[in-house]
Structure formats: structure tokens, C-alpha cells
């Protein structure tokens, strides 16, 4: 029955998905502002470019590996749409891996169909897909080598990683918690399991408590730990170093330093934008602008570093709760942030809230006997935070992104009356949904 509820689950996913790739097709025609995604365009004519042998990079503002622009040559060979059910197919897939990961981490029927459900009816995901957004290749990637991960594999794991981190570079912040997750429990940790050595940690003395510290530094270095990363890092710079041999200069630059110094005050989620905002119209001299430049991005790196690597201590033994914890807080506190970067940890907010059982799987009848209020009553508490939160993060969205057309599209005098008071609220509200944890 579970099976057969995935199955009908990912059908209605799929219609709702070519709903949307037709009515692309008619908002771009008909309406002021485009459906497709500027990034899709940027996509295209660097296919374009590759399909006759020239460089993606003679388009201006491709600033990504060359691959992506070889996964859209269809594009020009085919169908301008290629990419788009590309891109949408990959969303199905990685809504097939949560569901798997769930089921082998021993959550079975609707507490899989719901989180299924929360990643393959989210509205920032599927229109972040059918808009033509790549970011669904990464998250198809980044599951792929968790789900292989909690298998117990390595190997193949890590090549997906290594490829994962070739396309973006943000997965390298998930090296820490993936190796000492191996290397306290070689693969295939579950979660009842990380639950009591949690619990048994927390009865040692300080002695032993540094000998597991020394004990866990030694288990760094297995057979195991030195496959991944030999791997991973092989697969990262074979794939970087041909690209190079191939594009040169223009990779290097546009594929990587071009992001290490980005500076974005458009479209931009990032509590820092308003400070990247003003540097830009100082008036500052060029050696002076390039000091302060220095100073404010390691101001800016420096929170966003250290919660990290804290999360990724802290949870490594939980793996799918610390990516997702890790990749909000690299989010929440990065310099630029846009609406595809929600992707990258909305594909992991399923896996992340395993609590949310007590709700999915209660069973109806349960609502139907003698303490049906105090029941619902219980559950409710359980997971109305995590709703409550969710929500308001969903509504902060809409109201940045509502004031942020009056400015852009409109021309209304809103920028510093309202836009720049609602900077605040998407930050509050990550910070509350990973204080859930």
C-alpha cells in the first residue's frame, strides 16, 4: 500500500509539474514579468555556445561549471524546454530519495507519503524547477550520497559527492560531518542508535569524556574515512582539472573567484545586503574600498564558519539532520542569498524532523476514542512549533519578495520605509526553525 501511495504521490507530482512548465510557456508570452527563470536564458546561450564548439563562457554572465551547460545542449538541439523537464525530473527523484531514506531509517507509510509530499509539493521547489533554476541537480546528488551513506556504502557516495561539489561549491561544508560519521559509525548509523550514545555520552566524566574525544580523533583515520575523501577529492579535481585544461582562465575565474568576492544587492535574502548595499554607493576611494572589502568579508565568513563547524560536530552522527541543520545556518548567514538557495536545504528539511512521526503516524482511530481532545491536544503540541514556524517563514517570504516588486518592477519609494525593516524577519525565522532542534 506505502508503495502504491509513493507511486500516486510522484504521479500527481508530475502533473502538477507539466501544469506548470505549460503555464510558463503562457505567462512568458502574455505577462510583464516572465515566468522563466533569467537564469535559464543564461543556461541556454551557453549551450548554445558549446554546441558549436565555442566556449559557454563567451555569455557574459555564465558563472558555472561547464557541465551544466552540456546537460542543456539539448536545449538548442532539441526543444527549449529540455532543460526545464530536466531539471523537474530531477525534483521527482530526489523526492523518491527521501522516501527511501526515510523507509530505511524506519519511517514507513504516511510519515514517508507527508515528507515525500513536503519536498514534491513545495512551492519554492517546483517553481524554482520548472523555472528553469539548476538547483535540483546538486540536491538530486547531495541524497544520493546520504542514501548511500546510511547504506553503509562509501565509495559511490562520495564520487557523487565529489561531482556535487564540482557543480557548487557550498557541499564542501558537509566534508566534516560525513567523515566523522563514518568514522564513529562506519555507515550506516540510524537513529535510535545515535539517541543512546547520546545518552550514554552525557553519564561520562570529564576522563572519559576526553578519552572518547581521543578515541573519535583515532577513528578519523579508517580504511573507510581515507576511501571517502581519497574519492570525493578525486572525483572534485579530475572533473575541475579537465575543465580547465579545456576553458582555462575562464573556468577558474567564472566558476569559482567570481563567487569567493560576490557582491549581490539585488534579489538578495542576506541580512548583510543592506551593508553590501551602501558600500557600493560610499564614494570610497579604491584602496580603501578594497581594505574595508577585506574586512567585511571575513566579518561576513567568520559566524557563517563557525556554525558550521559546530552543527557539524555537534550532529555528525545524526547525518540527515546535520546537513540540513548545517546547510541552514551556511544559508542564513551567507552574503548573498537568493530563492534558490531555499532548495538547497528544503530537500533535506524532510529527513530532518524525524519528531514529526508522533503526528503522521497516529492512528484514526485514536481520534475517535474517549480522549480524542486530549489526544489531538498532544499532538498538537508536538508539532505546532515546527508548523507555526514554517509558516511565518513562508509569510516573511512572500512579504519580502511582494516589496521587493513594488521597488524593482514598480519604481514605488518603498526602500527605506519598507523593504529594508522586513530584512530581519527571513533571518528570525531560520534561526527559529533550526532552533527547533
Known amino acids: 500500500a506505502c508503495a502504491m501511495n509513493a507511486r500516486t504521490l510522484l504521479t500527481l507530482a508530475t502533473k502538477v509539474r507539466i501544469a506548470l512548465l505549460v503555464w510558463g510557456v503562457v505567462q512568458d508570452s502574455f505577462f510583464e514579468v516572465p515566468y522563466t527563470d533569467v537564469d535559464y536564458y543564461v543556461f541556454t546561450d551557453a549551450a548554445r555556445f558549446m554546441s558549436v564548439g565555442d566556449s559557454p563562457y563567451e555569455r557574459d554572465t555564465y558563472r558555472y561549471s561547464p557541465m551544466i551547460a552540456a546537460f542543456l545542449v539539448p536545449n538548442v538541439l532539441l526543444h527549449p524546454l529540455w532543460g526545464k523537464v530536466f531539471f523537474a525530473a530531477g525534483d521527482l527523484l530526489a523526492g523518491w530519495l527521501i522516501g527511501d531514506i526515510l523507509e530505511q531509517q524506519g519511517y514507513?507509510?504516511?510519515?514517508?507519503?507527508?515528507?515525500?509530499?513536503?519536498?514534491?509539493?513545495?512551492?519554492?521547489?517546483?517553481?524554482?524547477?520548472?523555472r528553469g533554476s539548476c538547483e535540483s541537480l546538486v540536491s538530486i546528488l547531495m541524497l544520493a550520497a546520504l542514501h548511500g551513506l546510511l547504506r553503509g556504502r562509501v565509495a559511490w557516495p562520495a564520487a557523487a559527492y565529489g561531482f556535487a561539489t564540482h557543480l557548487r561549491i557550498y557541499p564542501i561544508i558537509y566534508a566534516l560531518p560525513m567523515v566523522l560519521f563514518l568514522g564513529e559509525t562506519g555507515g550506516g548509523g540510524n537513529r535510535t542508535n545515535v539517541e543512546k550514545k547520546n545518552t550514554e555520552k552525557e553519564k561520562n566524566t570529564r576522563r572519559?569524556?576526553?578519552?572518547?574525544?581521543t578515541t573519535a580523533l583515532a577513528k578519523l583515520v579508517t580504511n573507510k574515512t581515507v576511501t571517502f575523501a581519497t574519492v570525493a577529492a578525486g572525483v572534485f579535481f579530475v572533473s575541475c582539472i579537465a575543465c580547465c585544461e579545456i576553458y582555462g582562465n575562464e573556468f577558474t575565474h567564472n566558476a569559482w573567484t567570481y563567487h569567493v568576492g560576490r557582491s549581490d544587492i539585488r534579489h538578495n535574502f542576506s541580512p548583510s545586503w543592506y551593508g553590501a548595499y551602501l558600500s557600493q554607493h560610499a564614494g570610497e576611494s579604491v584602496a580603501s574600498g578594497a581594505t574595508k572589502g577585506v574586512f567585511q568579508k571575513i566579518a561576513g565568513v567568520a559566524p557563517q564558519?563557525?556554525?558550521?563547524?559546530?552543527?557539524?560536530?555537534?550532529?555528525?552522527?545524526?547525518?540527515?539532520?546535520?546537513?540540513?541543520?548545517?546547510?541552514?545556518g551556511f544559508v542564513t548567514f551567507n552574503t548573498v542569498c537568493t530563492a534558490q538557495y531555499f532548495v538547497w536545504y528544503f530537500c533535506l528539511l524532510p529527513l530532518a524532523f524525524p519528531e514529526w512521526a508522533r503526528f503522521a503516524l497516529a492512528d484514526s482511530e485514536e481520534t475517535r476514542n474517549k480522549k480524542q481532545n486530549e489526544n489531538l491536544g498532544a499532538r498538537f503540541t508536538s508539532w505546532f512549533p515546527h508548523l507555526r514556524a514554517l509558516i511565518t517563514w513562508l509569510l516573511a517570504q512572500v512579504l519580502w519578495l511582494a516589496f521587493a516588486y513594488l521597488l524593482e518592477f514598480c519604481g514605488k519609494a518603498i526602500f527605506f520605509e519598507l523593504v529594508d525593516r522586513e530584512r530581519a524577519v527571513p533571518l528570525r525565522e531560520r534561526v527559529l526553525v533550526s532552533g527547533r532542534h
Open 108 to 130: 514507513h507509510g504516511r510519515v514517508q507519503i507527508t515528507a515525500m509530499g513536503a519536498w514534491l509539493f513545495n512551492p519554492f521547489t517546483v517553481t524554482v524547477s520548472t
Open 208 to 213: 572519559r569524556a576526553r578519552d572518547a574525544r
Open 305 to 328: 564558519l563557525a556554525v558550521v563547524t559546530a552543527i557539524g560536530v555537534k550532529y555528525a552522527p545524526d547525518l540527515p539532520t546535520c546537513l540540513f541543520l548545517q546547510t541552514l
